[in-house]
């Protein structure tokens, strides 16, 4: 862009804030209309916001100055709340990235997460199961506050022995689809599900894909599983 | 005046059905034309995405994720190296950003007309479809040039892009921006204020802001639901922070908020968001700048744990990469907006006639490959 | 054009067979099969037709060829041509849980329904089969019987879809019969006649004297008339019982090839019938729109066939631009709003004839 077409966009970008549009609908240049016509957004926008933005700014802060010392730590802050109100659940004191918590009270625990009016979870973006190794499981939970605007993760560990956790289907709803698919890929049973039944694999399906150790099964309905190629990876 | 009832019929809609966009099986149980429950069937379409991922490496990745929302392959892309690049700590140059946001815009606004197309179709409008494909076949162009594929482009590299724009790209944005702006208004005429698609899909499937927020359904629904929600807006990634676009909410313009008819209008109003920032990307694209300046020679992330989400076409596209330090992610799960919104169908639906079941159905815009996974 | 007029020049051509019936069937025979011959090439054309409009709507070409050799011919003229040898020669089936002979009988039953309407439909003042003198009333009484083949196509078939379907379109044609026939009789009412040729020649005398414009009352019969028309044929917006994107093909679901044709012929043939229905009664049927001009009979036929034409645009047209209306919508029309309106309006009509009738 030349200098001679920025002092034209400027010269309509202000006509055109000044209401009068056509100036810039006469021009022919394609390329050079589209510019001023994003140029006038973009004049727009500084013009009028000063109002709008101050009065945003007013209405977040009165509704979130005692959420804002919570977010700036708030994996901390949860974790001292959840060592309050449910004494041993938290495993790991370490909550700098996660939170690490004991399957046993996992459900209460998810209800006071999403009722508590200062964190308010209402939302679970994200569940999914991984095999860590060492004979462990874990399940993690995305949650995120649409109220709030913040986020933080659950880690709940359980052994690949005996793989239950309690489920938080009737907490958020969508946890129904996501733990059935953690169940479909790595077997861990939710109990209290309604409807814990596989959700992308056959329901006759052997074993549990995600796992480490899972072994392709050898036939399928009298069909040969194809063997791994070699080079493939 | 009380209702009949019958026996019940058990029925299946699919997985081989005009109306289910893939191969989709719901079992719904019918009363005569109400359908009183809906179960859905999936994986007829699983491609064993995330164990796919767990043997290839990062950079191979990128391919599988375009397969999966094969209607928003760039978008898809865009979530993935995201994700990525936040893990390892990549900053990626401004052109690189500004090529990304104008892919990820043109690949909304295709996504959308498609969407909105068939879901035309399903209440039986046969020509706004083919009229709608026709521009699509614009971008697909545009995308063409740009990168030699027209549905799954591989364009979005983990800290670059695979290609610059060609020469007469940006020219040839701005003639479809030119030629699609008047556009949308034909098809506001010729669906949005049709009387009988007004009745077909106002204060049908209507999605409650509450049920919306625990479904976790996002994206275009959550936002006809009345719920200002957007992650361009909320959460910014990339830069689009730099631009001046609105989010548009569901308001019940002809019927009650968040029901099959402000699904719709919630999408044409956002292509019209789409073209803005478009406007914007292409007028303050730098001139310079090496598309290939950040790409790591090796993509080995750091041991560490990211979930990061991106605005799709769909909704939140979010990407939970567990890496252990290799050049293999140890986990990936990818948390598919169309999974979400899909889980919904039977609070929404369960109620209301076949016809209707079909229209919700198509009014939650879902892409099965990216169900299935 | 009778089978009267056949059956006296055949006596006297053939005197030696007259007096054993062989002669009156073969004269029957004779318009049956010129009758078919031209539901077939009218079908043909209006297959063409309806992919053309269709195309000019939707922004594409539509079947494209060049010359006459293996592309669909110069413009795609060959296209339904190539269509219909398709249908012919693809493999019949029969699902094994079908009822066989209902499932057989179904495509033939629907067939008969819209042919033998073709008979009181009078193509100029003499090219009618039979001139009967309650043509109309035998057009809309055959017709019904339409619903009783799509029923056996759907419950022979022993598929939900198609049950479906043919419980829709009961209901449907079932209902809209009613509007249908109730705007009729305000044709009937105003010419006093139920025979064809008499009602086209009340209209005798140009444009302004078709019943379309006779009082004001009419135009409302005739769009009551057009709609439920477009119900009983069931073309879009009303065409859920083979609604594609939810029933898949409603009752046409299990029949493919031959028997398939079937039901696609008759779907045209009835377009025609109810066009040529819509034409006579209030559009002046063979008559010229200006009294005295290119009245002649070969003329007659060109005013006749061209004002069907033109209905069967209007209803491709309708077809490529409007949705689908929902199950209870179509109900809800027919009896809420068409039926009173009908009603009102034999009222007015009668009350008009009585007060300002000659």
């Known amino acids: 862009m030349n200098e001679d077409q920025d002092k034209l966009i400027a010269e309509l970008v202000e006509k055109g804030l000044a209401g009068d549009m056509e100036p810039i609908n006469e021009i022919e240049d394609r390329v050079l209309r589209s510019k001023a016509k994003a140029a006038l957004v973009k004049a727009k926008r500084s013009a009028k916001p000063q109002e709008t933005e101050d009065h945003v700014k007013k209405v977040s802060d009165k509704s979130s100055i005692d959420d804002k010392s919570l977010s700036e730590n708030l994996n901390e802050n949860i974790g001292e709340m959840v060592n309050e109100k449910f004494p041993g659940s938290l495993v790991n004191e370490n909550t700098e990235t996660h939170i690490q918590l004991a399957p046993d009270h996992w459900f209460e625990i998810a209800g006071w997460l999403k009722s508590e009016p200062s964190l308010s979870f209402d939302s679970l973006q994200c569940q999914t199961g991984i095999d860590i190794g060492e004979n462990t499981l874990e399940a993690r939970y995305n949650l995120h506050s649409m109220k709030h605007n913040h986020c933080t993760e659950i880690r709940i560990s359980v052994s690949i022995n005996k793989p239950v956790i309690p489920s938080v289907e009737q907490i958020w709803r969508i946890a129904d689809w996501f733990e059935r698919e953690t169940y479909d890929m790595l077997g861990i049973e939710f109990s209290d599900h309604r409807d814990l039944r596989r959700i992308l694999l056959p329901d006759d399906w052997e074993g549990w894909p995600l796992r480490k150790d899972y072994q392709v099964q050898e036939t399928y309905h009298g069909i040969e599983v194809p063997k791994m190629k070699e080079g493939w990876e | ?373 | 054009m009778t089978v009267d007029f056949i059956f006296d020049l055949l006596n006297q051509f053939l005197p030696g067979f007259s007096g054993n019936g062989f002669l009156l069937l073969f004269a029957m025979l004779i318009p049956c099969l010129i009758l078919f011959g031209f539901i077939a090439v009218y079908a043909l054309v209006v297959i063409y037709a309806e992919l053309k409009v269709s195309s000019f709507i939707q922004d594409k070409v539509g079947p494209m060829g060049q010359g006459f050799g293996f592309h669909a011919g110069k413009w795609g003229l060959l296209q339904p041509v190539a269509d219909a040898l398709k249908l012919l020669t693809k493999e019949d089936i029969i699902p094994g849980s079908a009822n066989r002979v209902l499932f057989i009988m179904a495509p033939f039953m629907i067939f008969i329904g819209a042919f033998v309407s073709f008979v009181a439909i009078p193509f100029g003042e003499s090219i009618i089969v039979a001139d009967l003198n309650i043509g109309i009333f035998y057009i809309l009484g055959v017709g019904s019987l339409a619903v009783i083949a799509l029923i056996l196509a759907g419950w022979s078939s022993n598929n939900k879809w198609s049950l479906y379907g043919a419980m829709r379109s009961a209901a449907q044609i079932v209902s809209y019969e009613i509007p249908a026939g109730i705007s009729l009789i305000t044709v009937i009412i105003i010419t006093g006649s139920l025979n064809m040729q008499e009602i086209i020649a009340y209209q005798q005398g140009g444009i302004f004297n078709w019943i379309l414009f006779d009082n004001p009352f009419i135009p409302v019969a005739f769009v009551i008339y057009f709609i439920s028309a477009l119900a009983e044929t069931n073309r879009t917006p009303f065409d859920l019982p083979e609604s594609e994107s939810e029933l898949v093909a409603g009752f046409v679901t299990e029949y493919s090839g031959m028997r398939y044709a079937f039901f696609f012929l008759s779907e045209y043939a009835n377009m025609f019938v109810v066009s040529a229905v819509a034409a006579t009664g209030f559009l002046g049927g063979w008559q010229s729109p200006i009294s005295g001009y290119l009245d002649s009979p070969g003329w007659g036929v060109f005013w006749i066939m061209s004002k069907i034409a033109f209905l069967i645009f209007i209803m491709i047209w309708i077809r490529w631009t409007v949705p689908r209306l929902r199950v209870d919508q179509l109900m809800n029309v027919c009896w809420k709003v068409f039926l009173p309106i009908g009603l009102i309006n034999i009222f007015g009509v009668a009350i008009w004839t009585v007060l300002l009738g000659s």
Not at chain 2, 145 to 150: E, N, S
Not at chain 2, 265 to 276: A, F, N, P, T, W
Not at chain 2, 339 to 366: K, M, N, R
């Open chain 2, 1 to 373: 005046m009380g209702v009949v009832h019958g026996q019940e019929m058990v029925l299946n809609i699919g997985p081989q059905h005009p109306a289910t966009h893939g191969v989709l099986r719901l079992q719904v149980k019918t009363d005569g034309e109400v359908v009183s429950e809906i179960t859905p069937y999936l994986g007829y379409l699983h491609r064993c995405f995330e164990k796919h991922c767990e043997n290839v490496t990062y950079e191979q990745v990128i391919p599988y994720t375009d397969r999966c929302d094969y209607l928003a392959s760039m978008t898809n892309n865009f979530g993935y190296v995201v994700a990525v690049e936040a893990l390892m700590d990549i900053k990626v140059n401004d052109r690189v950003e500004h090529i990304r946001v104008i892919m990820a815009e043109l690949q909304r606004i295709a996504s959308h007309l498609l969407g909105l197309g068939a879901f035309g179709l399903d209440v039986g409008a046969f020509t706004p479809f083919l009229h709608m494909l026709r521009d699509r076949e614009r971008i697909l162009d545009l995308f063409e040039m740009t990168c030699g594929a027209r549905l799954l482009y591989n364009y979005m590299w983990v800290g670059g892009l695979s290609h610059d724009l060609p020469v007469g790209f940006v020219e040839s944005t701005y003639n479809f921006l030119d030629y699609f702006e008047p556009k949308i208004d034909e098809f506001v005429n010729l669906l949005v204020h049709n009387k009988i698609f007004v009745e077909r899909t106002a204060d049908i499937g209507r999605m409650p802001q509450e049920v919306a927020v625990s479904y976790g359904v996002t994206g275009p629904n959550l936002r006809a639901s009345g719920v200002k929600w957007d992650l361009r807006k909320n959460d910014p990634y990339s830069i689009y922070k730099s631009f001046e676009f609105d989010v548009p909410v569901g308001e019940g313009g002809k019927g009650s908020v968040g029901d099959c008819w402000d699904r719709f209008y919630v999408r044409v109003l956002e292509m019209k968001e789409s073209i803005k920032i478009l406007r914007q990307a292409l007028a303050s694209l730098p001139k310079e700048g090496d598309i290939h300046q950040s790409i790591p020679k090796k993509i080995r992330p750091p041991k560490g744990t990211i979930y990061k989400r991106t605005e799709s076409p769909r909704g939140d596209l979010g990407y939970y990469i567990e890496s252990d330090g290799t050049n293999i992610p140890y986990r990936l799960k990818m948390r598919s907006p169309a999974f979400t919104a899909l889980s919904v169908i039977d609070e929404i639906a369960a109620g209301w006639l076949l016809s209707d079941v079909l229209a919700i159905l198509g009014s939650l815009d879902i892409v099965l490959g990216e169900i299935d996974r």
